[in-house]
């Protein structure tokens, strides 16, 4: 046996309340003194709340945050925080609000603290990124990783059921491809078979049914027993819980097939980030699950299935996930157009050989099995 595992420092406090009951003894174990607060637009009101005693520590708040993280959006964020003589920044919000502070750290050296209201699990990673002319720039840095990650169910709970599905099934691509990425080790593969086993019991708690429309998070700090009308209680921590370990699977085995289609469709055609993640990921696995077969078995008794493939299907339509790229938006005149722009990152590192014509194959099939 051999291999490389790498991980880095996080301190990560996780329980239901704790947005109201350890945030300010984190910020302040991070000496926060001048604290720039990044969100998007549907969740200023929890940002309000939860910022508000903070007081004047509190100089500024950057609420323009869009899907992708386009360059514009955050050399603006980077400049407000330069502006303002921001030292720590407190992400409030989903991936591309962790993605938006990750810019502003990258250039600035600030800490981030994030508070996931998302299962994006980008809040675990050392990854950034940013969409620039339609094309995906990523890169790694260790100063942009959150030094301190607060995971609250309550605030989690209150997603939209729609997209909790999606962004679960988001985190569960993470976890799934990290037994081939190309910093694959078994200590990450370890990880990655408790966060599939998580997130996937999570995502049947949810069932088809059982979430409620989102009501507002911010009632969560004041009223943590309504979260009972959300997503029932142990589905809630399970999947939370999961999709913060598919983020640190993810940050030490890095991106594969996968997620190399999925960035360049994302920002080429601006599709909906993790719907998009929860689409791609069955066909991805079922053309390289032949490849890997040890793997392979390993995702199906994480899922609790017969065999990896299948089983992923059937969790996805037990939870009404979406299925097709043409779903999302993608038109049957832009899929030549998809092909091209994936296959000009190739070579990937990847199980099975991929050129153009593999693709072409799954990027069809996820469209729904024909071009139009």
């Given at each position: 046996m051999q291999f490389t595992f790498e991980t880095a420092p996080a301190r990560v406090v996780f329980g239901r309340g704790t947005v109201r009951t350890a945030l300010?003894?984190?910020?302040?174990?991070?000496?926060a003194r001048r604290i720039m607060v990044v969100t998007a637009p549907r969740n200023q009101t929890l940002a309000h709340s939860v910022a508000t005693p903070f007081g004047d520590a509190v100089v500024s708040v950057f609420t323009e945050v869009a899907e992708h993280v386009p360059a514009p959006v955050g050399a603006r964020a980077v400049a407000l925080a330069r502006e303002v003589r921001a030292d720590t920044l407190l992400s409030i919000g989903g991936g591309s609000t962790t993605g938006t502070a990750k810019i502003v750290a990258r250039d600035l050296h600030l800490p981030i603290l994030a508070v996931p209201t998302t299962y994006s699990g980008s809040e675990?990673?050392?990854?950034?990124?940013?969409?620039?002319?339609?094309?995906?720039?990523?890169?790694?840095?260790?100063?942009?990783?959150?030094?301190?990650?607060?995971?609250?169910?309550?605030?989690?709970?209150?997603?939209?059921?729609?997209?909790?599905?999606?962004?679960?099934?988001?985190?569960?691509?993470?976890?799934?491809?990290?037994?081939?990425?190309?910093?694959?080790?078994?200590?990450?593969?370890?990880?990655?078979?408790?966060?599939?086993?998580?997130?996937?019991?999570?995502?049947?708690?949810?069932?088809?049914?059982s979430l409620a429309e989102a009501q507002a998070p911010e009632k969560a700090l004041t009223d943590p027993v309504s979260v009972w009308a959300g997503t029932p209680t142990a589905a809630g921590e399970q999947l939370l819980y999961g999709a913060y370990l598919a983020g640190a699977t993810f940050a030490s085995a890095g991106a594969g097939l996968h997620h190399k289609i999925c960035q360049t469709l994302g920002g080429t055609f601006n599709l909906p980030h993790a719907a998009l993640h929860a689409v791609v990921l069955p066909h991805v696995l079922a053309f390289n699950a032949p490849a890997v077969p040890q793997a392979a078995a390993r995702i199906a008794r994480a899922l609790e299935a017969e065999e990896a493939v299948s089983g992923l299907r059937a969790l996805a339509a037990s939870v009404g996930a979406p299925r097709t790229l043409a779903q999302l938006g993608l038109l049957p005149r832009q899929l030549d157009e998809a092909v091209d722009r994936v296959s000009a990152t190739l070579p990937f590192e990847n199980p099975r050989h991929v050129g153009k014509n593999e693709v072409r194959a799954i990027i069809t099939a996820a469209f729904g099995g024909h071009g139009g």
């Open positions: 300010a003894a984190e910020l302040a174990r991070l000496g675990a990673t050392p990854v950034w990124g940013t969409t620039r002319d339609g094309r995906r720039e990523t890169g790694s840095d260790p100063a942009v990783r959150p030094r301190t990650v607060v995971l609250d169910p309550d605030l989690t709970d209150r997603l939209p059921r729609d997209l909790a599905v999606a962004s679960g099934l988001s985190a569960l691509a993470r976890a799934v491809e990290a037994h081939w990425a190309p910093g694959a080790s078994p200590i990450g593969s370890a990880m990655a078979d408790e966060a599939v086993h998580a997130l996937a019991t999570g995502l049947r708690g949810i069932g088809r049914d």
